[in-house]
């Protein structure tokens, strides 16, 4: 039976506790134990609380008051008057101080100046754009979580983006030795599914199941769990025993076509013998990783987003990875790739953090007081929204909204790191084909909502690191532990205070339209959604499927975090939905061509979701710039 909202603790404060804790913490100077926290200057832990963002628990992401400027610009068309001229002039502002633009400021002092007066503008009250900390003490120990972007894809780096990183002093290699991470499959437990009663009419925790990995020589048992039809879990069961070619006699090319042509969901009943109902379980599989159902993507790309599908192509193991964790080979910091942007933020204004290296940067001490001082040639400012920016004479002129004042700064150069939808409103300037090519990009919702527990105990009764909730807002629930990185620690042995993350994206009324209006109408459900309907939706997954274990939710939640991303993943271009464009005339390749002094970054501009992605296209955009160009 559904719980009230009081039996699942609802009215518990945990916003008040916080705010207790961070003030008699910063009061005592007890915001930690020194172990925990004893690192980059000096030792001394973080002072909590308003000064410091990263700590701030609730609505975070796309957080209220960081949006609400632009979207009168785009949505209203407003026009803003009051205009104050700031009468500052740097050799360049960067829109956006994501990894991207963040990047972009780096590598302008390497191009043009080491001495380069250089201002940051960002509409959050933090940086990083997705590359965001969250940071926990409720517990009486700092834990540490990613709020957005965790995953270092070094494989597919570039030598630019591999170069920077160098720079920046990180060595995957030493990252790869502290990391025990496995998405929802351990290092320690088994994969497991759960199946909540609000949606499966009971509630069903399968141990050791996954779907991309199946469940072993078991698997029909394990099956035979599933609160579905019995006609649904037969045609499950057979799928994962199968071992044959469906295309048997068909060539490579014709195999490729066929793959690229269908939805995953469309493989799994046409050729896999799956119900409806049974491929529908798979739909959750893909949120994270677009924001889309396995539905709306084809066949080829959930091969390799390591779905089943090999077993049924001819091989005799199931997932097209040849990898049994969803995430593929990564490297990683416990705050994910904040840390990188930290790293950046570091290089560009030292005084911010002193001390501060690639191998403790996870306990670094960050005063956000000194990101924006004027006798900094690097000045970062936060809950700056950029409205206006053109060419004016030999430089570039930029407008931004700051706490309901609209203020003015001249500029040599100006790289847009931005959203590429935005831009368009920035720059009217722009030539009309650009601006079509910019609306093209339309980014992917996401959702990254981080519960710290009292501790692991449930989960350890239950043997399992995490879980896949195929009837869930977020398909995905994970321990976050094990990623020992850059001078902390966080031991699976470990049984105290635990982040737990809650990944997905809002499936759309309608997934049988093209994903782009399935995003729009995803992100409107987003915004619409209340702190509130996350806690509810987080607090009734944990207590059906920790209750058991003697997991209590009234008491047993410390902190939440919702990380909401309604402009998540850059736009990549899919088999079925998106044409192929000759060389060149690629929406994006259109969009980021530079006008006058100001160019384009943002991974936006390399169609791809990547950091590194992010980081080639803040090169681009530097080397884009007049005078910018690298000497033969
Ligand atoms: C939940 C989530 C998980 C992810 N996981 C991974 C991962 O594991 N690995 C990976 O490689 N990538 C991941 N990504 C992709 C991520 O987008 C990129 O890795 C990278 O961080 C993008 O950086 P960026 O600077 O291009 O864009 P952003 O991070 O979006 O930064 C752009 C910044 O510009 C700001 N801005 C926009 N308009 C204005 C304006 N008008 N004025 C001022 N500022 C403005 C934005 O608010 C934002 O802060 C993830 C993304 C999300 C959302």
């Known amino acids: 039976m559904k719980k009230s909202d009081r039996q699942l603790g609802m009215d518990r ?50 957080h209220p008051g960081a949006f609400e400027t632009a979207h009168a610009l785009a949505r209203n068309g407003k026009k803003f008057s009051d205009l104050v001229d ?57 834990r540490l979580s990613w709020g957005g972007t965790m995953n270092l894809e070094f494989p597919m780096f570039s030598d630019t983006a591999n170069a920077l990183l160098d720079e920046l002093g990180v060595d995957i290699d030493e990252l790869l030795e502290g990391y025990e991470f496995e998405y929802g499959s351990g290092p320690k437990g088994s994969p497991s599914v759960y199946f909540d009663a609000e949606t499966y009419g009971r509630s069903e925790l399968v141990h050791g199941f996954s779907f991309r990995e199946g469940g072993g020589g078991d698997v029909g048992s394990m099956i035979g769990r599933f609160p579905i039809s019995a006609d649904s879990r037969e045609s499950l069961a057979s799928f994962y025993t199968r071992r044959e070619n469906v295309f048997e006699g ?80 990564v490297a990683m910091f416990p705050d994910g790739n904040a840390s990188i942007a930290r790293l950046l933020v570091h290089a560009l204004i030292p005084d911010v953090s002193p001390g501060s290296n690639a191998r403790n940067i996870a306990l670094a001490r960050f005063d956000y007081s000194r990101l924006d001082q004027a006798a900094s040639p690097v000045r970062l400012r936060l809950e700056s929204t950029v409205v206006n920016v053109q060419n004016n004479g030999p430089g570039t002129r930029v407008t931004y909204a700051n ?29 009309r084909e650009q601006k079509e090519a910019q609306q093209y990009q339309v980014k992917r919702p996401l959702i990254l909502t981080n519960v710290l527990l009292r501790d692991s105990k449930a989960f350890d009764r239950l043997d399992i690191s995490g879980t896949y909730c195929p009837g869930r807002l977020h398909g995905a629930v994970w321990q976050v532990k094990g990623v020992n990185t850059a001078g902390y620690r966080h ?43 996350f806690e509810r939706e987080v607090r009734t997954v944990l207590d059906g499927m920790l209750g058991p274990a003697g997991f209590d939710v009234q008491q047993d939640i410390l902190a939440i975090t919702v990380n909401r991303w309604p402009h998540g993943y850059a736009y990549d271009y899919l088999d079925l939905w998106d044409p192929d464009w000759p060389p060149g005339q690629a929406p994006h390749e259109i969009a980021r ?11 936006d501009a390399g169609a791809d979701a990547y950091t590194h992605i992010a980081i080639d296209q803040a090169w681009r955009a530097v080397t884009d710039l007049p005078a910018g160009q690298i000497p033969s």
């Open 86 to 142: 700031l009468e500052e002039t740097y050799d360049l502002v960067v829109v956006g101080a994501g990894i991207s633009g963040l990047a972009a400021a780096y590598y302008y002092r390497k191009q043009f100046g080491a001495d380069s007066r250089i201002l940051i503008l960002e509409n959050h009250d933090d940086f990083g754009g997705h590359a965001r900390r969250n940071e926990f003490h409720q517990g009486g120990q700092m």
């Open 250 to 329: 068909k060539s490579a090319a014709e195999v490729k076509e066929i793959l690229s042509g269908i939805s995953y969901t469309g493989f799994l009943k046409q050729y896999g013998g799956l119900t409806d109902e049974a491929a529908d379980l798979f739909i959750k599989t893909t949120h994270g990783y677009w924001g889309l159902g396995a539905d709306s993507l084809s066949a080829r790309e959930c091969i390799n987003a390591g779905l089943p599908i090999m077993h049924l192509l001819g091989y005799p193991y199931l997932s097209g990875s040849g990898d049994d964790d969803a995430g593929g080979e």
């Open 403 to 431: 706490h309901g004042q609209l203020v003015r700064v001249e500029s040599r150069h100006t790289v847009l790191a931005c959203y590429h939808r935005i831009i368009p409103y920035l720059c009217p300037d722009m030539p």
């Open 491 to 533: 031991d699976w042995e470990d049984a105290g205070p635990v982040p737990v993350m809650f990944w997905g994206s809002v499936a759309p009324p309608d997934s049988r339209v093209p994903p782009k209006e399935q995003h729009r109408a995803s992100r409107a459900r987003l915004l619409a959604m209340s702190f509130e309907d």
């Open 13 to 62: 404060d945990i916003t008040r506790r916080d705010f207790i804790h961070d003030l008699s913490l910063a009061s005592l100077g007890l915001a930690m134990p020194m172990g925990a926290m004893a690192g980059a200057n000096g030792g001394e832990p973080q002072p909590a609380g308003a000064d410091y963002p990263p700590v701030r628990t609730g609505m975070r992401g796309s």
């Open 593 to 603: 061509r530079p006008l006058g002094n100001i160019t384009i970054a943002n991974a």
